[in-house]
T-cell receptor, first 113, second 113 residues
C-alpha cells in the first residue's frame, strides 16, 4: 500500500544550526506534500506544503524541496531556535478525489540552546 | 477565524462501551477528515466526509463510523471499544477541493480501560 518513510526519527541540533528531515513516498500519483509541526498536547500544525509541479518552496526560515523522479522530499529549517523543538511529520496525498494523506512516522527535533 | 474545534478534550471509557466524538470545522470548510494517532502506528487516516457523504475511507474495522451534518459539523463513533482503541483522535478540515490544505484540531484523547 501507500507508504511514507521519514528520517531521522530524532534530531538534535545546536541553536542557530540547520536541520534537515527527509521523506520518501511510494505512490507515484501523489501530488501534494505537506509538513506538520506538532507540539505537546496540540494537534499537528501545517507549516509548509508543496505540490508536484514545484521543485522548491521557501517561507522565511523554512524550505521544502521535492524530487518527483526519486520520490523524495525534504524539510529544511535554517537558523534553528529553541521554539522549533517539536515533532515534525511529512505527508503525501493519496488519490485524486478528496483529501487523504499518508503520514511519515515523525521526527523529534530538539534545538539545544 | 476560529480553528477546528473538537469535543470533548479527554474521555475515559471501559472495554465494550461506545463513544462519540465531535468536530466543528473552520467556517466555510466543507470537508472533514478524521485521523487516529498512537505512539505505535503514528497518524492513520480513518475517513473523510464532504457534503454529508463519506468521500474516502481508511483501513479500519466497521466499529469505526462517522457522519457529517448539513452545517459541516462531523461526529465519529467507535462501538464495542477495545483497549487498542486508546489514542488521540484528530479531526481536520479543508475547503471543498481535492488535495487541499488540512487544518487539524487539538484532538480528543480517548483512554479505554
Amino acid at each position: 500500500g501507500e507508504n511514507v518513510e521519514q528520517h531521522p526519527s530524532t534530531l538534535s541540533v545546536q541553536e542557530g544550526d540547520s536541520a534537515v528531515i527527509k521523506c520518501t513516498y511510494s505512490d507515484s500519483a501523489s501530488n501534494y506534500f505537506p509538513w506538520y509541526k506538532q507540539e505537546l498536547g496540540k494537534g499537528p500544525q501545517l507549516i509548509i506544503d508543496i505540490r508536484s509541479n514545484v521543485g522548491e518552496k521557501k517561507d522565511q526560515r523554512i524550505a521544502v524541496t521535492l524530487n518527483k523522479t526519486a520520490k523524495h522530499f525534504s524539510l529544511h529549517i535554517t537558523e534553528t531556535q529553541p521554539e522549533d523543538s517539536a515533532v515534525y511529520f511529512c505527508a503525501a496525498s493519496i488519490g485524486m478525489n478528496g483529501n487523504k494523506l499518508v503520514f511519515g512516522a515523525g521526527t523529534i527535533l530538539r534545538v539545544k540552546s | 477565524k476560529a480553528g477546528v474545534t473538537q469535543t470533548p478534550r479527554y474521555l475515559i471509557k471501559t472495554r465494550g462501551q461506545q463513544v462519540t466524538l465531535s468536530c466543528s470545522p473552520i467556517s466555510g470548510h466543507r470537508s472533514v477528515s478524521w485521523y487516529q494517532q498512537t505512539p505505535g502506528q503514528g497518524l492513520q487516516f480513518l475517513f473523510e466526509y464532504f457534503s454529508e457523504t463519506q468521500r474516502n475511507k481508511g483501513n479500519f474495522p466497521g466499529r469505526f463510523s462517522g457522519r457529517q451534518f448539513s452545517n459541516s459539523r462531523s461526529e465519529m463513533n467507535v462501538s464495542t471499544l477495545e483497549l487498542g482503541d486508546s489514542a488521540l483522535y484528530l479531526c481536520a478540515s479543508s475547503s471543498q477541493g481535492a488535495n487541499e490544505k488540512l487544518f487539524f484540531g487539538s484532538g480528543t484523547q480517548l483512554s479505554v480501560l
